[in-house]
């Protein structure tokens, strides 16, 4: 008794895994292969077809959706990698590192919080909402994470470095420009892709900070959900499904070399 | 004019003073070592002339400019830092050529320089690699032609072969030394081992943990002549007697009284006064000899063989004061074997004998 | 000295202006609104037209009422239930990744990442497929003669059930984190000292985890919190947690000063709960450790 005893506690961690993962894949597995059926009605398979995606290209909405998220995410991504070098690179310098608490607390709140007080102030002082003030809100968000992010990469800097070039004759400015972005390349790569796939992945902020004519896929989805099932969102939701899985790869591969998390 | 003059400079640290009206002038070509335990500040003083470390007060002149408010990047003063301090994300070649890029040297111009400086540092191969992938000694050369390839007036070379293995070291002073006397750049050695300094030095100064310097000149005469008990100690190894003064002799305690030679009338009779006598000049033997001004006896207490040296250590006989002895192994099959417990005399010139100044007993 | 003067204030001045851009972009973007949320809490009927009133403490007096509370303590218990599971179900699969697989470890960790990556609605939606009247359980059951009538979704087990989906990863990875940094080989001189598996957990390998923990349940509680999205779209849709009556008053009632005051209660109310969980998640493990004197805590 003892011995099957064994074998079950034994066994138990790895069933209780394998049950989790099966539970979190099995919806997205079923998104993915109905994203390939030729019916429309989601509980008959019918047959292979990539009907679905070719409307996806075919949509203006998806379209304009997808346009509008990735200009806002690449606004963000450029707004908050450029706004955090400076802002580290400053701070450390000027002795005053103790300021960069104060871009931790945007995580304390809960999103719905900074959601609606965004769009309050936005509304009060007659700022048209649309694609700007949602560069400005997931702006916010990318500062909270790639500024940690950069800071780190940054301290880690040997001082000595900065001091050599000095030391052979180049500005502060060169040293900047040939030394220190140069060795900030992997934290600023990482932080960049964070952001863009947070800004990809938000739908609160653009909930409240957004216009109809400023749809993004996030938005997409949701008023889709509304209306029912269709297999377009599969579609779509496979392809974004793909993009994450790319991005955490490059991640993943990065963290291998250089630890980053 | 390459010489350095750093006057008065005073330099404190969270608090705590680590230079104290510091002066010293560093004679222009020549490669001057300056040696000291750790922490006592001579990397600070390298950082102050390099400019990467602002004094408290005081003034730093090259040759007959004024450089104190000169900001580091503009002064002709290159360092090869005891890390090395190369560049990561680039090569060799880049490295190299940092300095001259800089200042917006053409591409030609570089690559010819690069080349040359390569070779001057024997170096020619690997010139594209990443730096990752050099040997310790390899990256050791990239960081001194990168230092040395804008022609500085003066290189400060911050303990460059600690990082080094013993073999690699002592070929890297060799090449240090010839590198220098073929740019006539004046160097400035940074370092807390005194067999490097005393290898490569033209001029010597000996700090002390105060940040004070205790003594300062040609190796030979620091090494022969040290005047105080901290330089005989830190430079080589000696053996420290106190006694008072009678005369021309120092009686030493309970041993007896050995002669000194005094070309100057220092203190008075009666006082109290240290010598410091380095163990390969005294003379060990079981036989009685002649020619000698001072002897001791004792026994010996302890042999330790070296290859090139032997050390004994010997106690003296009346006070139990214990002596260190070297003594080089000339031969084979030596005449006298001289093991422990032996009794022996230990014969020495008085001309040998250093009177230690500035003592406090 | 002037000229020297000057060029160290110019270079001071070049890092002061380095900062500037962010630091403003926080304060006026993340300071200022919620400032703007207090303020326009205290004013009477202040709706997105203009100010109507004046300084007023009814705004929260009359949110003060029965029906609000309910649904603060509804928002908070599911956001506890869903805190609870994630962490009972998180917990072991990070433990298992962490410390016991070694094969796998890479393509495990590769799949417990992408979920957390991926844009929350697109699994609301996976499951949503699956639980939705013509979805696939649905019609699974159907084959036996179990078929609902009715969606299997629009109830408290299928929102629960979505959100522990969505949140998991963000209890796992935490808590993989802080296990990671254990040092395995104290592990082994745990179980070479004597200790069985029992004492090795409670005494080394909980501790070292409470950080990740405590990380871990912040990530899923404040945010589950404040959770309407999924009780939207799969729940019954009417507002009766604290975020689809804060998003009622600000986009659909346009009452701004209801919103911002029930807002600015809610956090109070967050601050409160979130502060005695702590508490009380510290006083388990501390109570745990009789005898380790664990200075870490």
Known sequence: MGKIKRYASFLFLPLFVVFTYVFMYVPIVVLVVYSFNKSSLPYMWTSFSVDWYRTLFYSSAILDAFKNSMLVAFGAVVLSLLMSVLLVVGLVELRIERLLTMFYGTLIFPEIVLGVSLLSIFVFFSVPLGIVTLIVGHTLFGLAYSVPIIYSRYKEINKYFIEASMDLGATPTQTFFRITLPMLKPALFVSGLLVFIISLDDFLIAFFCSSVSSQTLSLYIFSMLRSGVSPVVNALSTIMLLVTSVVVLVLSSINNRIRIF | MRSIELKNITKSFGGELILHNFSVTIPSGIFFALLGPSGCGKTTILRIIAGLEKQDSGSIFLGKKNITQVPSNERTVNTVFQNYALFPHMN?????????????????????????????????????????????????????????????????????????????????????????????????????????????????????????????????????????????????????????????????????????????????????????????????????????????????????????????????????????????????????????????????????????????? | MKKSDLKSAIKKERFFFAMVPAVVWQG???????????????????????????????????????????????????????????????????????????????????????????????????????????????????????????????????????????????????????????????????????????????????????????TGVFLVFVPSFGEFVIPTLIGKGEPFLVGSLVSYYFTQSLSPSFGAAFTSISCVFLVIVAFLWFVLLKLIFTKNLRGSDNGKN
């Open chain 3, 28 to 214: 006026l973007f993340l300071f200022l609104p919620l400032l703007f949320l207090v303020v326009i809490s205290f004013i009477k009927g202040w709706s997105y037209t203009g100010v109507h009133g004046g300084f007023t403490l009814e705004n929260y007096t009359s949110l003060l009422d029965f029906s609000h509370l309910r649904v603060l303590f509804r928002s908070f218990f599911l956001a506890l239930i869903n805190t609870t599971v994630c962490l009972l179900v998180a917990f072991p699969v990070s433990y298992f990744i962490s410390v016991k697989s070694r094969r796998w470890k890479n393509c495990l960790l590769f799949f417990l990442v992408v979920p957390f990556f991926t844009n929350f609605l697109v699994l609301v939606y996976s499951w949503f497929f699956i639980l939705e009247r013509n979805g696939v359980i649905n019609k699974f059951l159907s084959l036996f003669g179990l078929g609902v009538s009715g969606p299997l979704l629009y109830n408290m087990p299928a929102v629960l059930l979505v959100m522990v989906y969505c949140y998991l990863p963000f209890m796992a990875m935490p808590i993989y984190s802080s296990l990671e940094k254990i040092d395995k080989s104290l592990l082994e001189a745990s179980s070479d000292l004597g200790a069985n598996f029992r004492q090795t957990f409670f005494k080394v390998v909980l501790p070292m985890a409470f950080s990740g923990i405590r």
């Open chain 2, 92 to 361: 060799v070649f880049d490295n190299i050529a940092y300095p001259l890029r800089v200042k917006k040297v053409d591409t030609n111009t570089i690559e010819q320089k690069v080349l040359d400086t390569l070779k001057m540092v024997h170096l020619e191969q690997h010139i594209y690699k990443p730096i990752q992938f050099l040997s310790g000694g390899q990256q050791q050369r990239v960081a001194l032609a990168r230092a040395i390839i804008s022609e500085p007036d003066v290189l400060l070379l911050d303990e460059p072969l600690a990082a080094l293995d013993l073999g690699l070291r002592e070929k890297m002073l060799i090449e240090l030394k010839e590198l220098q006397c073929k740019l006539g750049t004046t160097f400035v050695y940074v370092t807390h081992d005194q067999s490097e300094a005393l290898t490569v030095a033209h001029q010597m100064a000996i700090m002390n943990n105060n940040g004070q310097i205790e003594q300062i000149g040609e190796p030979k005469e620091i090494y022969e002549f040290p005047r105080s008990r901290f330089v005989a100690k830190f430079v080589g190894t000696t053996n420290i007697l106190s006694g008072k003064k009678i005369g021309s002799t120092i009686e030493i305690e309970k041993e007896g009284a050995f002669s000194l030679s005094i070309s100057e009338e220092r203190k008075e009779d009666g006082k109290e006064l240290s010598i410091s006598l380095r163990p390969e000049k005294i003379y060990i033997t079981k036989d009685k000899l002649e020619g000698f001004s001072n002897v001791f006896v004792g026994t010996v207490i302890s042999v330790v063989y070296q290859g090139r040296s032997t050390q004994y250590v010997v106690k003296l006989g009346k006070s139990g004061i214990t002596v260190n002895v070297f003594e080089q192994n000339e031969e084979h099959f030596p005449k006298e074997v001289i093991e422990v417990g032996n009794l022996v005399n230990l014969y020495w010139q008085k001309e040998n004998v250093v009177i230690l100044k500035n003592e406090k007993i």
